[in-house]
């Protein structure tokens, strides 16, 4: 399963930016996704995951109600819209693929993209 993600940058707090992550290589919809991040000298944390059908989410407590994941089974692609960015939401994201069902822990996941930066300067 290949993963590559695409939508970061830099932006002004309050902004937004949506992530994508398109998946090759296998059936997308036999992987859940999930979206981490990890910011300079810090560990990789979980930020939000979503269910094989989509019906299922879960968010961490710090992006709760900003962020949204969603995916479009049809284009294989994952997404990650961030509203109301803030400068401690400034890391490097990545998409990451676990077969079967949703997990917050990053060493369930078995493939992961190379990261998109997001800076968010106050």
């Known amino acids: 399963v290949q993963l590559a993600e695409s939508g970061g940058g830099l932006v002004q707090a309050g902004g937004s930016l949506t992530l994508s992550c398109t998946v090759s290589?296998?059936?997308?919809?036999?992987?859940?996704m999930a979206w981490f991040r990890q910011a300079p000298g810090k560990e990789r944390i979980f930020v939000a995951d979503?269910?094989?059908?989509?019906?299922?989410?879960g968010y961490a407590d710090s992006i709760k109600g900003r962020f949204t994941i969603s995916r479009d089974n049809a284009k294989n692609t994952l997404y990650l819209r961030m509203n109301n960015l803030q400068p401690e939401d400034t890391a490097v994201y990545y998409c990451?693929?676990?077969?079967?069902?949703?997990?917050?822990?990053?060493?369930?996941?078995?493939?992961w993209g190379q990261g998109t930066q997001v800076t968010v300067s106050s």
């Open positions: 990451a693929a676990k077969w079967g069902f949703q997990s917050v822990w990053s060493r369930n996941y078995e493939y």
């Open positions: 290589g296998r059936t997308f919809t036999d992987y859940a």
């Open positions: 979503i269910a094989r059908d989509g019906e299922n989410t």
